[in-house]
């Protein structure tokens, strides 16, 4: 399956993320390559062979779930510069998303 330049511009300007024109080039021939691949995977015959999920023989450990005594707000928030409505105030780190 081939992944189109514009495929690839397509999906970079969703991210917000910017290439050259020959990186463009150079992902759209990556990806395909890799898309083929993973095709090709649908050509093995599978028959018989048991699903696997994991290699290994690992086993979830999981502590014992218990409340614990929270921490007191006021001693947290000694050192924070600016708090609104008992939370703390952050400046903006995301843009107003424009149409994408």
Not at 2 to 10: G, T
Not at 30 to 56: Q, R
Not at 59 to 83: C, H, Q
Request: glycine fraction near 4%; avoid cysteine; proline fraction near 2%.
């Amino acid at each position: 399956m081939k992944i189109s330049e514009e495929e690839v511009r397509h999906v970079a300007k969703l991210s917000k993320l910017a290439f050259s024109d020959e990186d463009t080039k150079e992902f759209a021939t990556t990806l395909s390559k890799i898309v083929d691949m993973v095709e090709l995977l649908n050509e093995v015959d599978t028959t018989g062979v048991a699903i696997t999920t994991t290699m290994a023989d690992t086993v979830n450990v999981m502590r014992e779930d218990v409340a614990i005594k929270g921490w007191n707000r006021e001693e947290l928030f000694k050192n924070v510069p600016e708090t609104e409505n008992g939370l703390i105030k952050v400046p903006a780190i995301i843009d107003e998303g424009g149409n994408a």
